[in-house]
Nanobody, 121 residues
Framework: QVQLVESGGGLVQPGGSLRLSCAAS????????MGWYRQAPGKQRELVAN???????NYASSVTGRFTISRDDAKNTVELQMSSLKPEATAVYYC???????????????WGRGTQVTVSS
């Protein structure tokens, strides 16, 4: 099994910054990609940013230039640095990883439990 554990959410004022972290653990053979999604109340879950192995980071247009995603393949971690936060960024943020676990021949998506980010004055 594979577990994803997020940390770093919280309350921040508009214009502020937050850093989210996610660590993958368990029976991991390889990771094809890691990223962050978010889901605001009443809305569908949407991609915020991800890094596919061997490719450049990919960002939602709404966060480009303000958010930065980074991956540490040695530690199986992914981080999201969020700056110039706006109230519309308020959501539950979920870590995602596409993992091939030990004994499996395919990659599957795994999700963290989510961490709340609230941008409000």
């Amino acid at each position: 099994q594979v577990q994803l554990v997020e940390s770093g959410g919280g309350l921040v004022q508009p214009g502020g910054s937050l850093r989210l972290s996610c660590a993958a653990s368990g029976s991991i053979f390889s990771i094809a990609g890691m990223g962050w999604y978010r889901q605001a109340p009443g809305k569908q879950r949407e991609l915020v940013a991800n890094i596919i192995t061997g490719r450049s980071p990919n960002y939602a247009s709404s966060v480009t230039g303000r958010f930065t995603i980074s991956r540490d393949d040695a530690k199986n971690t992914v981080e999201l640095q969020m700056s110039s936060l706006k109230p519309e960024a308020t959501a539950v943020y979920y870590c995602n990883a596409r993992v091939r676990s030990g004994g499996s021949s395919s990659h599957y998506d795994y999700w963290g439990r989510g961490t709340q980010v609230t941008v409000s004055s």
